[in-house]
């Protein structure tokens, strides 16, 4: 059996392994709220990072700690963000609003260097 992971949805997934090299990937639902995660999670003011999620496509707005990002832009494919640390941003969660209002939180705090 392999690890059980959370993915950026709030779901948890893993693996299992059968005879001969088989196995099943599974999913497990327990109601957990999606969530954004940084990479790295550090950067200075100026600096791009990617912000991975779900359904990001219509984001209208990203923050570190409060603080609007300069700016941002979503991939095609709407599973990640590229944002640019705000100057004058501090160490904290990063948040994403997205088209309908929903916003989502990082998992991890965001650590802004100097």
């Given at each position: 059996m ?24 599974y999913k497990?639902?327990?109601?957990l ?7 790295p999670a ?5 600096q ?10 219509g ?15 979503v ?6 963000i590229?944002?640019t640390?705000?100057?004058g ?9 997205l ?16």
């Amino acid at each position: 059996m392999g690890p059980i992971l959370q993915a950026t949805d709030g779901n948890l997934y893993g693996t299992t392994y059968g005879e001969g090299g088989g196995g099943v990937v599974y999913k497990l639902s327990l109601g957990l709220a999606p969530f954004v995660t940084p990479v790295p999670a550090f950067g200075s003011s100026g600096q791009q990072v990617s912000i991975l999620g779900n359904n990001l496509t219509g984001a209208t707005a990203v923050s570190f700690n409060g603080t609007p990002a300069a700016s941002f832009t979503v991939n095609s494919t709407g599973s990640a963000i590229t944002a640019t640390v705000p100057g004058g941003a501090t160490s904290g969660s990063i948040q994403v609003t997205l088209a309908n209002d929903t916003m989502l939180t990082s998992n991890v705090q965001f650590q802004v260097l100097q």
